[in-house]
């Protein structure tokens, strides 16, 4: 064998080992789970939802699941675990349409037959939306983390983000003595912004006001029940055995004025009355509504825009979760769609936007 040939075969040999190492220690510590739980040895920061949360909910043990958009990230496990009883998972998806949310709870349900409760936000935006629509970008999604195809797992192991930044950051985390990220934290966005009007006002621009009021159609009424029925109710006739607390997100009074700019107000209340219709039908599915709350909706203290909340509401929602309180049902619910539909058709929005005196 010549002198080059061989100095070629080392190098190739060399590189395959590196290579083969890179790709072992990703493996080992695994910091996306996508292989296993976290190691006991090892503390691992929780940062990245789309990258995380499926590995999560294959591969850790728990028995409830807290899941929505950015609607729920201030959620606190510990906080519902005390109320329910459970020992529970956070798997939020910010920005997510139905169908993100029930694809990761139906791996959840198939890799964990111990769950008996899901906790849900439902998003008012997007009940009318295509039941396959997604709310993120398929080009950079990382595919490879959710399928069972094996070959395609080297944009994983052998990723040099996840290397330099995920890997390291593990090591780095339990070298500097830090405690794996908890399901109290994990995404929290609380003290990252400011809340108040002046919060709000900064971000909310008033959409000039249309007298074109928007019809509700049966096709958008088609739209809405094939969502639910493939992103939330399917699910929870399939599984009798887990019980299903969902609700609606409390959007602020300056959502409802955009309605109202933009003549989509009482197509919403419509869309909204149809889909708790729909939902309050399903025996384990425990649909609680919070809209008619007139005093929180109004009150931008709780609020950072037009729709996100502080974590003092999802505490509150937790609690009336377990007291049953504002629940919607058959025989209620229509009670309910009435009292929201008389406050905001009726509001003085045009007040909210006046100088104080």
């Known amino acids: 064998m010549d002198r080059d040939k061989k100095w070629g075969i080392t190098l190739l040999v060399l590189v395959g080992v590196c290579l083969a190492g890179i790709a072992g220690l990703t493996a080992v510590v695994d910091p996306f789970f996508h292989y296993h739980k976290p190691l006991e040895c090892l ?12 590995g999560i909910v294959k591969h850790f043990d728990y028995d409830a699941v807290i899941t929505g958009t950015s609607m729920t990230l201030n959620f606190k496990a510990s906080e519902l675990d005390e109320l329910f009883g459970v020992h529970s998972v956070k798997v939020a ?15 959840a349900v198939a890799a964990n037959p111990d769950i008996r409760l899901v906790v849900r936000g439902l998003d008012k935006l997007w009940l009318l939306e295509d039941a396959d ?20 797992d080297v944009y994983y192991v052998l990723n040099k983000d996840v290397l330099c930044s995920h ?10 003595g830090q405690k794996s990220t908890d399901f109290d934290t994990y995404g929290n966005w609380m003290h990252a912004f400011s809340f108040g009007k002046d919060a709000v006002d ?9 007298d074109e009021i928007q019809e509700v159609t049966e096709a958008d009424f088609e739209m809405l029940r094939e969502n639910l029925s493939q992103n939330v109710t399917d699910l929870a006739k399939a599984h009798p055995e887990i019980d299903f607390y969902l609700f609606l997100t409390p959007y602020s009074i300056y959502y409802w004025d955009n309605l109202n700019q933009t003549g ?34 109004c009150d931008l203290d709780y609020y950072k825009d037009e729709i996100h909340y ?21 025989e209620n619910y229509r009670e309910y769609c009435s009292r929201i539909y008389e406050f905001y058709t009726t509001y003085d929005y045009d007040a909210l936007f006046m100088p104080e005196e």
């Open 202 to 210: 900064a971000v909310y621009h008033r959409a000039d006001r249309t």
């Open 264 to 297: 989509t107000l009482k197509k919403q209340l419509a869309i909204e009355e149809e889909a708790i219709r729909i939902l309050v039908e399903q025996e384990n599915i425990y649909l609680f509504a919070f809209s008619d709350l007139f005093e929180m909706i």
């Open 310 to 330: 502080s974590e003092e509401i999802n505490t509150q929602i937790l609690k009336w979760m377990s007291r049953k309180e504002h629940l919607l049902t058959k």
């Open 167 to 176: 890997v390291k950051g593990v090591l780095g985390f339990t070298c500097s």
């Open 93 to 107: 998806f910010p920005g997510a349409m139905y169908k993100e949310i029930n694809d990761n709870l139906e791996k």
């Open 43 to 54: 503390s691992y920061p929780l940062n990245n939802e789309r990258y995380q949360n499926d």
């Open 133 to 152: 629509k997604t709310g993120y970008d398929k080009d950079s999604y990382p595919y490879y983390l959710y399928d069972d195809v094996l070959y395609n």
